[in-house]
Protein backbone atom coordinates (compact mmCIF):
# COMPACT_ATOMS: atom_id res chain seq x y z
CA UNK A 1 0.00 0.00 0.00
CA UNK A 2 0.95 3.65 -0.02
CA UNK A 3 3.16 4.94 2.62
CA UNK A 4 5.29 8.35 3.71
CA UNK A 5 8.55 8.02 4.76
CA UNK A 6 9.93 10.44 7.37
CA UNK A 7 13.56 11.62 7.91
CA UNK A 8 14.98 12.06 10.65
CA UNK A 9 13.11 11.22 13.68
CA UNK A 10 14.68 13.63 16.00
CA UNK A 11 16.61 16.65 15.08
CA UNK A 12 18.75 19.05 17.40
CA UNK A 13 19.84 22.54 16.09
CA UNK A 14 21.20 25.70 17.95
CA UNK A 15 18.39 28.48 17.87
CA UNK A 16 19.72 30.67 14.37
CA UNK A 17 20.51 27.34 12.75
CA UNK A 18 18.50 25.88 9.51
CA UNK A 19 16.39 22.55 10.08
CA UNK A 20 15.69 20.55 6.98
CA UNK A 21 13.45 17.17 6.93
CA UNK A 22 13.10 15.08 4.52
CA UNK A 23 10.05 12.76 3.17
CA UNK A 24 9.34 9.76 0.46
CA UNK A 25 6.44 9.10 -1.16
CA UNK A 26 5.65 5.78 -2.80
CA UNK A 27 2.08 6.78 -4.95
CA UNK A 28 3.05 8.50 -7.89
CA UNK A 29 -0.49 9.77 -8.23
CA UNK A 30 0.45 11.48 -4.82
CA UNK A 31 -0.41 15.41 -5.76
CA UNK A 32 -0.98 17.11 -2.57
CA UNK A 33 1.66 17.07 0.48
CA UNK A 34 1.12 19.36 3.57
CA UNK A 35 3.28 19.85 6.24
CA UNK A 36 1.89 20.12 10.20
CA UNK A 37 3.12 20.86 13.25
CA UNK A 38 2.11 19.69 16.42
CA UNK A 39 3.12 21.42 20.11
CA UNK A 40 2.92 19.45 23.23
CA UNK A 41 -0.45 18.85 24.25
CA UNK A 42 -2.28 19.81 21.34
CA UNK A 43 -3.39 18.74 17.43
CA UNK A 44 -1.02 18.42 14.69
CA UNK A 45 -1.53 22.30 12.81
CA UNK A 46 -1.13 22.76 9.20
CA UNK A 47 2.37 25.45 8.31
CA UNK A 48 2.60 25.29 4.78
CA UNK A 49 1.35 22.62 2.03
CA UNK A 50 2.26 22.49 -1.73
CA UNK A 51 0.79 21.07 -4.70
CA UNK A 52 2.42 18.71 -7.45
CA UNK A 53 2.57 21.46 -9.95
CA UNK A 54 4.71 23.48 -8.35
CA UNK A 55 8.38 22.76 -7.26
CA UNK A 56 8.90 25.32 -4.13
CA UNK A 57 6.96 27.15 -1.90
CA UNK A 58 7.97 29.60 0.79
CA UNK A 59 6.28 31.03 3.86
CA UNK A 60 8.74 33.42 5.82
CA UNK A 61 11.30 31.43 7.42
CA UNK A 62 9.42 27.85 6.01
CA UNK A 63 9.95 26.45 2.79
CA UNK A 64 8.67 23.36 1.37
CA UNK A 65 10.65 21.49 -1.86
CA UNK A 66 9.08 18.83 -4.33
CA UNK A 67 10.72 16.77 -6.51
CA UNK A 68 7.98 14.71 -8.29
CA UNK A 69 10.29 12.93 -10.02
CA UNK A 70 12.16 11.64 -7.47
CA UNK A 71 9.19 11.39 -5.16
CA UNK A 72 10.42 13.17 -2.08
CA UNK A 73 9.66 16.95 -0.52
CA UNK A 74 11.47 18.57 2.12
CA UNK A 75 10.60 20.94 4.87
CA UNK A 76 13.30 24.08 5.10
CA UNK A 77 13.22 26.04 8.71
CA UNK A 78 15.59 28.85 8.50
CA UNK A 79 16.70 30.84 11.40
CA UNK A 80 15.31 28.44 14.06
CA UNK A 81 13.82 29.83 17.23
CA UNK A 82 13.00 28.11 20.53
CA UNK A 83 9.53 28.09 19.35
CA UNK A 84 9.84 26.25 16.44
CA UNK A 85 10.21 22.94 19.17
CA UNK A 86 7.67 20.64 18.12
CA UNK A 87 7.15 17.11 16.14
CA UNK A 88 7.11 18.21 12.11
CA UNK A 89 4.40 15.54 10.00
CA UNK A 90 4.45 15.48 6.37
CA UNK A 91 1.96 14.14 4.70
CA UNK A 92 1.05 13.19 0.78
CA UNK A 93 -2.61 12.76 -0.76
CA UNK A 94 -3.36 11.36 -3.76
CA UNK A 95 -6.74 12.30 -5.83
CA UNK A 96 -6.73 8.78 -7.21
CA UNK A 97 -7.10 7.01 -3.65
CA UNK A 98 -7.99 9.94 -2.02
CA UNK A 99 -6.60 9.28 1.18
CA UNK A 100 -4.10 11.11 3.61
CA UNK A 101 -1.14 9.18 4.48
CA UNK A 102 1.28 10.90 7.02
CA UNK A 103 4.95 10.10 7.68
CA UNK A 104 6.01 8.98 11.69
CA UNK A 105 7.01 12.46 12.59
CA UNK A 106 10.35 14.36 13.14
CA UNK A 107 10.42 15.74 16.90
CA UNK A 108 12.72 18.89 16.47
CA UNK A 109 14.46 20.54 19.47
CA UNK A 110 15.68 24.29 18.85
CA UNK A 111 18.05 24.94 21.43
CA UNK A 112 18.77 28.66 22.81
CA UNK B 1 -7.46 27.66 18.98
CA UNK B 2 -8.32 25.67 16.06
CA UNK B 3 -11.88 25.64 16.10
CA UNK B 4 -12.48 22.16 17.40
CA UNK B 5 -12.89 20.86 20.67
CA UNK B 6 -12.55 17.79 22.01
CA UNK B 7 -13.57 16.29 25.58
CA UNK B 8 -12.98 14.84 28.09
CA UNK B 9 -9.19 15.82 27.22
CA UNK B 10 -8.31 12.29 29.33
CA UNK B 11 -9.98 9.59 29.66
CA UNK B 12 -9.01 6.58 31.95
CA UNK B 13 -11.31 3.53 31.59
CA UNK B 14 -11.26 -0.10 31.83
CA UNK B 15 -11.82 -2.76 29.49
CA UNK B 16 -15.46 -3.03 30.52
CA UNK B 17 -16.24 0.16 30.76
CA UNK B 18 -18.78 2.04 28.22
CA UNK B 19 -17.20 5.85 27.18
CA UNK B 20 -17.95 8.58 24.92
CA UNK B 21 -15.43 10.96 23.18
CA UNK B 22 -16.90 14.31 21.40
CA UNK B 23 -15.43 16.59 18.96
CA UNK B 24 -17.24 19.80 17.51
CA UNK B 25 -15.95 21.77 15.13
CA UNK B 26 -17.07 25.84 14.91
CA UNK B 27 -16.29 26.90 11.30
CA UNK B 28 -18.66 25.91 9.62
CA UNK B 29 -16.83 22.70 8.00
CA UNK B 30 -18.65 20.03 6.09
CA UNK B 31 -16.45 16.92 6.87
CA UNK B 32 -14.51 15.64 10.03
CA UNK B 33 -12.50 12.41 10.77
CA UNK B 34 -11.37 10.28 13.88
CA UNK B 35 -7.37 9.75 14.13
CA UNK B 36 -5.54 7.70 16.32
CA UNK B 37 -1.96 8.89 17.15
CA UNK B 38 0.21 6.33 18.81
CA UNK B 39 3.58 7.02 19.74
CA UNK B 40 6.29 6.26 16.54
CA UNK B 41 3.51 5.46 14.01
CA UNK B 42 2.43 7.55 11.53
CA UNK B 43 -1.53 9.19 12.29
CA UNK B 44 -4.24 6.71 11.52
CA UNK B 45 -7.41 7.56 10.08
CA UNK B 46 -10.31 5.43 11.77
CA UNK B 47 -13.66 7.58 9.88
CA UNK B 48 -14.46 10.13 8.26
CA UNK B 49 -18.29 11.84 7.67
CA UNK B 50 -19.02 13.91 4.94
CA UNK B 51 -22.19 15.91 4.59
CA UNK B 52 -22.88 13.56 8.13
CA UNK B 53 -22.39 10.78 5.87
CA UNK B 54 -19.68 8.18 6.95
CA UNK B 55 -17.92 7.99 3.88
CA UNK B 56 -14.94 5.86 5.50
CA UNK B 57 -14.55 3.20 7.89
CA UNK B 58 -10.61 2.69 7.53
CA UNK B 59 -10.99 -1.33 8.85
CA UNK B 60 -11.60 -0.76 12.65
CA UNK B 61 -13.09 -2.41 15.52
CA UNK B 62 -16.64 -2.90 15.89
CA UNK B 63 -15.21 -1.62 19.75
CA UNK B 64 -15.08 2.00 18.12
CA UNK B 65 -19.07 3.04 17.28
CA UNK B 66 -18.61 7.05 15.91
CA UNK B 67 -22.01 9.01 15.46
CA UNK B 68 -22.46 12.00 13.56
CA UNK B 69 -25.80 13.39 14.37
CA UNK B 70 -24.73 16.63 12.28
CA UNK B 71 -21.86 18.24 10.62
CA UNK B 72 -20.36 20.09 13.88
CA UNK B 73 -20.64 17.35 16.39
CA UNK B 74 -18.91 13.71 16.34
CA UNK B 75 -18.79 11.22 18.69
CA UNK B 76 -16.63 8.24 19.30
CA UNK B 77 -18.55 5.65 21.31
CA UNK B 78 -15.95 3.01 23.04
CA UNK B 79 -16.75 -0.52 24.59
CA UNK B 80 -14.62 -3.56 25.48
CA UNK B 81 -11.57 -1.92 24.53
CA UNK B 82 -7.94 -3.55 24.89
CA UNK B 83 -4.95 -2.14 26.11
CA UNK B 84 -3.38 -1.56 22.45
CA UNK B 85 -5.96 1.01 22.13
CA UNK B 86 -4.45 3.22 24.83
CA UNK B 87 -3.71 6.59 22.60
CA UNK B 88 -4.50 10.08 21.49
CA UNK B 89 -7.50 10.59 19.68
CA UNK B 90 -7.58 12.95 17.31
CA UNK B 91 -10.41 14.59 15.73
CA UNK B 92 -9.72 16.92 12.70
CA UNK B 93 -12.20 18.71 10.48
CA UNK B 94 -12.24 20.06 6.59
CA UNK B 95 -14.18 22.53 4.36
CA UNK B 96 -14.83 19.62 2.00
CA UNK B 97 -14.72 15.67 2.18
CA UNK B 98 -11.29 15.60 0.05
CA UNK B 99 -8.06 14.92 1.50
CA UNK B 100 -6.56 17.88 -0.71
CA UNK B 101 -7.00 20.14 1.75
CA UNK B 102 -6.30 22.01 5.30
CA UNK B 103 -7.62 19.97 8.09
CA UNK B 104 -7.62 21.37 11.22
CA UNK B 105 -7.26 19.26 14.69
CA UNK B 106 -8.41 19.66 18.10
CA UNK B 107 -6.12 18.97 21.04
CA UNK B 108 -7.11 15.33 21.56
CA UNK B 109 -8.81 12.91 23.99
CA UNK B 110 -5.12 11.06 25.87
CA UNK B 111 -6.93 7.47 26.15
CA UNK B 112 -5.67 4.57 28.72
CA UNK B 113 -7.04 1.40 28.86
CA UNK B 114 -6.17 -0.64 31.72
Known amino acids: GENVEQHPSTLSVQEGDSAVIKCTYSDSASNYFPWYKQELGKGPQLIID?????GEKKDQRIAVTLNKTAKHFSLHITETQPEDSAVYFC???????????FGTGTRLQVFP | ETGVTQTPRHLVMGMTNKKSLKCEQHLGHNAMYWYKQSAKKPLELMFVYNFKEQTENNSVPSRFSPECPNSSHLFLHLHTLQPEDSALYLC?????????????FGPGTRLTVL
Open chain 2, 92 to 104: ASSQEGTFANEQF
Open chain 1, 91 to 101: AAASLNTDKLI
Open chain 1, 50 to 54: IRSNV
